[in-house]
């Protein structure tokens, strides 16, 4: 259970678990402060990348958010602002607090924060990291992708979809892998939603194209749609009606 706080200053508008950190402040977003200190490491993924940082709380990812596309040429890290309640950082940091407190399996959140600029802001977000995970595009590349895995990740979905939970972006990298677990991670723009058939299916379908265009066809041949898609399928379907 996530006891969330709220700070407003200079820095911008912080909210964070005080159960996690009882006191976050903007250096905790400054990626350059944890270097200082010796404690930033980088790692690829997302639109830059993100920086695993040890903080007080524990190793952590921070985020900072950056558009994808022809829009990102004119705003780049910028956001229309309609509310801090309505900002990116604070909407992934209450749906990944409640999924959390549901048992989904996704990062904790830890503290986010949005700096506003006239009719726009900037956002980050700061979750707790998964050691020893590896993504699933990873796991792909890697040969270490089967049936079996393939079930495991399909059966997680289902929770999430049980539960009303829609990302916004299910694709291969957005899964992470962790012994015999697997999580979800990077809820930017997801939500709950009212059960439907529709978007349930929509989600499955963007994570096959991810699958596909990562070469998973190319790499297993015919066992990717003979063996890989159907097991995910079938442990997707059995945990749903479960």
């Given at each position: 259970?996530?006891?969330?706080?709220?700070?407003?200053?200079?820095?911008?508008?912080?909210?964070?678990?005080a159960?996690?950190?009882?006191?976050v402040?903007?250096?905790?977003?400054?990626?350059h402060?944890?270097r200082?200190?010796?404690?930033?490491?980088?790692?690829?993924?997302?639109?830059?990348?993100?920086?695993?940082?040890?903080?007080?709380?524990?190793?952590?990812?921070?985020?900072?958010?950056?558009?994808?596309?022809?829009?990102?040429?004119?705003?780049?890290?910028?956001?229309?602002?309609?509310?801090?309640?309505?900002?990116?950082?604070?909407?992934?940091?209450?749906?990944?607090?409640e999924?959390?407190?549901?048992?989904?399996?996704?990062?904790a959140?830890?503290?986010?924060?949005?700096?506003?600029?006239?009719?726009?802001?900037?956002?980050?977000?700061?979750?707790?990291?998964?050691?020893?995970?590896?993504?699933?595009?990873?796991?792909?590349?890697?040969?270490?992708?089967?049936?079996?895995?393939?079930?495991?990740?399909?059966?997680?979905?289902?929770r999430?979809?049980?539960?009303?939970?829609?990302?916004?972006?299910?694709?291969?990298?957005?899964?992470?892998?962790?012994?015999?677990?697997?999580?979800?991670?990077?809820?930017?723009?997801?939500?709950?939603?009212?059960?439907?058939?529709?978007?349930?299916?929509?989600?499955l379908?963007?994570?096959?194209r991810?699958?596909?265009?990562?070469?998973?066809?190319?790499?297993?041949?015919?066992?990717?749609?003979?063996?890989?898609?159907?097991?995910?399928?079938?442990?997707?379907?059995?945990?749903?009606?479960?």
């Amino acid at each position: 259970m996530t006891e969330q706080r709220v700070d407003q200053g200079a820095g911008g508008t912080i909210l964070f678990d005080a159960a996690r950190a009882p006191q976050v402040d903007a250096d905790w977003f400054s990626p350059h402060r944890w270097r200082e200190r010796g404690a930033l490491r980088s790692q690829p993924g997302g639109r830059g990348g993100v920086a695993i940082i040890d903080t007080p709380a524990g190793e952590a990812v921070l985020r900072h958010y950056r558009r994808g596309g022809m829009v990102a040429r004119l705003f780049g890290d910028r956001y229309f602002f309609t509310g801090g309640d309505r900002t990116r950082s604070a909407r992934e940091f209450r749906l990944l607090a409640e999924l959390s407190r549901r048992g989904l399996p996704v990062p904790a959140p830890i503290a986010s924060r949005y700096v506003r600029e006239g009719l726009r802001y900037s956002a980050d977000l700061i979750t707790a990291f998964i050691p020893g995970a590896a993504t699933l595009a990873e796991r792909l590349s890697d040969g270490a992708m089967n049936a079996t895995l393939a079930g495991r990740v399909g059966a997680t979905i289902a929770r999430f979809h049980r539960a009303g939970a829609w990302h916004a972006d299910l694709n291969a990298h957005n899964i992470l892998v962790q012994g015999g677990d697997t999580y979800l991670i990077d809820f930017d723009r997801g939500r709950l939603r009212r059960p439907s058939a529709g978007w349930r299916h929509a989600n499955l379908a963007r994570l096959k194209r991810s699958l596909v265009k990562l070469g998973a066809r190319d790499a297993a041949g015919d066992t990717f749609d003979a063996e890989w898609w159907p097991a995910l399928m079938e442990h997707y379907e059995r945990t749903l009606r479960e």
